[in-house]
């Protein structure tokens, strides 16, 4: 037998009797004492995936798998092919993207895997040499790549979840990096969702309409040409998907099978989940949604996995941004069961109005000095959605181009209202004034981390856009 057959005959569907068997204990006060809305789901979710009774704070593993794709050639990303390998080299040696910001945040430990750049990086510190090929093949000519590579990278990412498994992570934060990946995303999910190509194509690294109309055609050809067995996980993968996918698949089955949490983040991170359910089924149980991205197709893949979002940030990336916020979620909950289990609920946590927001005067320019410092760091543009405008808004009320948390807490009175507004992300919002506070401070937290940890273009030596709004403001040098 096989060790994909061996992992998939190991999932199980999570019970949905275990939720009710928690809920009989001390979590049946939880929701009432402090009006958790979302944030309740979120914690019964967690106990039920992991099949803890009295859920203790996650021990948190994000795994970014690089690799580069074929169809890069035909011009669907606003960003050269190169910029996979920066993107590498910043994820690993100046620590200044999106996942070292989010993993900062949330307090992950980060692995960085080379899948499939197409580029020989074997000198490069820290990263885990897993290459099945210098980047697929271009699919709009043929399979990106073989059925052996499929399971190659889908045994990888099962042996990675394994290996962290025994390290005793329990959760996992999912993130990629390999330009013209939303273009094998969006023909995985028309295959799998059953969408036009023009349904399930999006902008992705924030491309222009005329690079929008070139993707699509891609896509429709891609899914024309390779014709997927869209019941068939590993025919899909073989067929239009990336080494990447392909691994992070690996991981979510490798995880359902050891009865942990996976964090879905962005689209990409949904379309290799989508893969994943079509091995196995019983495996989109063990995930749980972050936010839902601007890519056109995202909802229809969470539709199908059989979750919905649990935030609304307007984020437009997968490299750990959502599924971090959902961490220090799982862990405010934790902490606040603790106090109900413990009976040791301060007084002042009590149910209370929320205030009301007041405005607050701001610098114009130093919040533009701030927007523009954003714009130019290593992401494409204008993808960091709530956490873009929550870092310029702080800016501008503390007359600081760069806030630090150390500033928010000693102007916390004035910014209280501002803060509980922020806490407004959850779909479902909570209506106490002690966990509104909790959110909007955790959601401050991750806005300050991507300002401040961040490298910009320039500081990291990254290629900028070429095409799109990135394109002549975000700056080389």
Sequence with gaps: M????????????????????????????????????GLYDIFLNYAAITGQINPRKPKKAAVIACADHGVCAMKVSAYPQKTTIDMTRNYLINKGAVANAMTNFSGADMLVVDMGIAANLNNLPGLINKKIALGTN????GPAMSENNAKKALITGINIANELVRKKYNCF??????????TSSAAIAAAICGLSPEQATGRGTNISDSRLQTKIAVVKKALAVNAPRTNDGIDVLTKIGGFEFGCLAGIILGAAANNCLVILDGFNTAAAALIAQAICPASATHLM???LAGEPAHQ??????????????????????GSAVICRFIELAVELYDMVRTNSVPASTALTTLPINTALQLNDSIMHKCQERIDNLTKPIHCLGKFEEIAVYLA???QKERPLLSDIIVNKNKLLPYIIQTSHCLKKPVTNSYAAERIGLILIEGALHMLNDMKTFA???VAVANDGPGAGRQKEI
Excluded at 4 to 13: E, G, L, S
Excluded at 138 to 141: A, P, S, Y
């Design 2 to 37: 096989g060790i994909i057959t061996a992992t998939v005959n190991k999932i199980t569907p999570v019970d949905d009797a275990f939720i009710a068997s928690v809920k009989t204990g001390p979590a049946a006060a939880l929701h009432n004492i402090f009006g958790l809305g």
């Design 138 to 141: 271009n699919f709009t000519d």
């Design 173 to 182: 934060l999912l993130g990629e990096m390999g330009i013209a990946n939303t």
């Design 289 to 291: 949604p972050s936010h």
């Design 300 to 321: 229809a893949a969470l539709k199908k996995l059989g979750l919905s979002p649990y935030i609304d940030l307007h984020l437009q990336l997968s490299e750990t941004a």
């Design 396 to 398: 501008g009320a503390l």
């Design 459 to 461: 500081e990291a030596a």
